[in-house]
């Protein structure tokens, strides 16, 4: 396994960790054709026009499948470490690694392949261009539909640097990319949903920069900052287009998006471009194409927190923190039904970015995290049960991690891949052993 060191002063600074840069992945990529000419990635941020007509089809998530972790095992380690990637399960089985940012912020264009059933990696075609802070959406024909992107500043909120509209699909069979229409507006750090008929919806992040002096009270170096969207699109794959939705009232990035039972999605808390946190959520009607206010978080603002429908269809939003670093311990439970709020039971640990995950028992459980306040990363993982109101701590993982990605895999274990470890980034991963 190897391990890749950060500066104690880098690392006091940073909410999901940054360090020295990886290894280079390769030069070439196979890429379909239709991959010419496509837009610059420096594009200067712009809110796209409205269609208020367009009505978008939707349709109620699925059952959760991910089981309860009794332990943990380590796999094998990644080629090459990085933090803020995505992990996608493909149609066979194996996962998808794609992109992300080297510990010292470069964003990356290499993808591995992950085969669980060999706990194997393969190392498959890079990126047509470097990203991270992305989307990578499996889609019902088995492609995986990669859109924007953009690097990290170094307090984890979008830098507005090396904005992406791009946006391809992987074909894991062929291992080949073929160019799809590009986003309306750069973005990174945006929140994403499924809707019906293999639509997603993208809402909000950052794009573009602007100063930032005075926004950044007790951290030394925040960097450049990018300016917040309240923008929403969705991409038809049956058009091959992206169509310019209904924007939120508030613009906002690393927020959180979820798809309710009644196939509308809750949008919650986040930040703006003057690092003001939020506590107001807003529902997205997909059919409608309208946005309506969905009341407050009861216990105040929140960016890097986590948010997750649980089976009894209320949704679980905990932990993050206020900005300018104050982290939190608290859970709220929002209630579709009467769109409410009301206060859950709090963690044992303050904690930022970490990973909820809805389980089949109707439980959830939170993964990993930062705790700013003594600058760790987090080994947790938290249950909240949400008949008793409680949260009980499990089996730890083998090591803290903030910036990893969480991806069930199809006999209900937990596969956690990558992110930053106490002083260090890491290429390892690990697995869960499911409670039977």
């Not at 639509?199 to 917040?228: F, N, Q």
């Not at 986040?270 to 206010?293: C, I, M, R, Y």
């Amino acid at each position: 396994m190897t391990l890749r060191f950060i500066s104690m002063t880098t690392a006091l600074l940073c909410a999901l960790g940054c360090s020295s840069s990886s290894d280079s992945p390769p030069a070439q990529q196979p890429v379909d054709d239709a991959a010419a000419d496509q837009p610059s990635a420096d594009v200067a941020a712009e809110e796209p026009g409205i269609d208020a007509a367009t009505s978008f089809p939707t349709e109620p998530p699925g059952p959760p499948i991910a089981l309860e972790p009794s332990s943990w095992m380590e796999c094998a380690p990644m080629m090459t470490g990085r933090i803020n990637h995505t992990a996608t399960l493909l149609a066979d089985g194996r996962v998808v690694v794609m992109g992300g940012e080297t510990f010292a912020r470069d964003m990356l264009d290499s993808v591995e392949i992950y085969d669980p059933a060999k706990d194997a990696w393969t190392d498959a075609p890079p990126l047509p261009e470097p990203r991270s802070n992305h989307l990578a959406a499996l889609l019902s024909d088995g492609r995986v539909l990669i859109a924007g992107g953009g690097r990290s500043a170094p307090i984890g909120v979008p830098a507005g640097a090396e904005m992406l509209t791009t946006t391809w699909l992987f074909d894991p069979a062929k291992l080949t990319y073929a160019a799809a229409a590009p986003l309306k507006s750069p973005r990174s750090h945006f929140a994403w949903a499924r809707l019906g008929g293999d639509r997603i919806l993208v809402v909000g992040g950052g794009a573009g920069t602007h100063d930032h002096k005075g926004v950044c009270t007790g951290v030394p170096d925040c960097g450049e900052i990018g300016d917040s969207l309240a923008s929403a699109e969705v991409y038809d794959p049956g058009t091959n287009s992206w169509i310019a939705a209904a924007p939120m009232s508030t613009a906002r990035f690393v927020t959180t998006a979820t798809v309710l039972a009644t196939g509308t999605v809750l949008v919650v808390a986040g930040a703006n471009d003057q690092q003001k946190s939020f506590a107001s959520a807003e529902l997205f009607d997909p059919v409608a194409n309208v946005w309506t206010p969905a009341g407050s978080l009861t216990q105040g603002d929140r960016l890097f927190h986590s948010a997750g429908l649980l089976k009894d269809q209320r949704v679980l939003v905990a932990a993050g923190k206020k900005s300018n670093v104050t982290p939190l311990k608290s859970a709220e439970l929002f209630d579709s039904a009467t769109t409410t709020w009301s206060q859950a039971a709090v963690l044992s640990e303050m904690r930022t970015a970490a990973v909820m995950i809805p389980l089949a028992n109707g439980k959830a459980v939170l993964v990993g995290g930062f705790d700013q306040a003594t600058q760790e990363t987090l080994a947790l993982v938290e249950q909240y049960d949400p008949v008793g109101d409680a949260w009980t701590l499990l089996q730890p993982m083998h090591r803290g991690r903030s910036g990893h990605s969480v991806t069930p895999l199809a006999d209900g274990s937990l596969l956690v891949i990558g992110g930053f470890s106490g002083m260090f980034g890491t290429d390892s991963a690990e697995r869960s052993v499911p409670v039977l």
